[in-house]
């Protein structure tokens, strides 16, 4: 089984864990590939949308491992209990979306031994909910995946149960700023093409919105050339 790189990257990550539960998982790519490289014993799969959930119980039952994953019907983690899985997975949505979830069942999130976090979009608003609910950023990465860079996330909650003081640039990872990830540049160069289109839309209209929205601009535009210069 072949599976994409954005989801091989999160798959070769989780090592010497039992269980992991795969919120909004789809069609079950994950598990299924998980359970029969043995790298887990048992998985469940998630879905709020009953269509998914139905082919991804087909596609297990087609690979005869009805017995290691259970797929269940639900919103986020409200499907699972607290320490049900050691490696909660949150892959293929936005980040408004996986902050909600998480935000939603904190006691869930927290119990994990690991959470992996691949947001589609707005992966700033990801590290601030983490970092205001106690979790630890352990590491991120980036992969290309059909010509797009997605950013992946690794995070346990702290034990010592305290919100972790950040500062305002969470653009991008920190991690990936300071391995100056080959993609990196990139990523920054795609985002930079995007504000710069913004601009050039908003420019010469009087208003408060557009005023607002280009000093945002501004200030990413700064941003983001303050870490090209350190690449």
């Known amino acids: 089984m072949i599976l994409a790189p954005r989801l091989k990257k999160i798959a070769d990550s989780i090592n010497g864990f039992y269980s992991i539960a795969d919120i909004g998982s789809d069609h079950a790519y994950l598990p299924i590939y998980l359970i029969k490289a043995k790298k887990i ?14 082919i991804a119980q087909k596609r297990i039952a087609d690979k005869k491992l009805e017995s290691f994953i259970e797929v269940r019907k639900g919103n986020g983690l409200e499907a699972i209990a607290s320490n049900e899985a050691d490696v909660i997975v949150i892959a293929g949505m936005g980040g408004i979306l996986i902050s909600e979830i998480i935000e939603n069942r904190l006691e869930v999130a927290k119990a994990a031994k690991l959470m992996v976090l691949q947001p589609m979009r707005d992966s700033d608003r990801v590290r601030r909910s983490l970092y205001n609910n106690g979790f ?17 996330i690794w995070a346990v909650h702290s034990k ?28 920054i160069d795609k985002r930079v093409r995007e504000l710069e289109k913004i601009m050039d839309s908003i420019n010469g209209i009087a208003s408060e919105n557009c005023a607002e929205r280009a000093t945002d601009c501004k200030r990413l535009l700064e941003y983001y050339e303050e870490v090209r210069r350190w690449l």
């Open 160 to 187: 010592e149960n305290n919100r972790i003081e950040c500062d305002d640039n969470l653009i991008l990872g920190k991690a990936v700023i300071a391995k100056k990830h080959p993609l990196l540049k990139e990523l």
């Open 136 to 152: 630890m950023i352990l590491d991120e990465e980036l992969v290309k995946d059909d010509g797009k860079i997605y950013e992946i």
């Open 41 to 54: 014993k048992n998985a469940i799969a998630t879905d709020v949308n009953a269509g998914p959930v139905k």
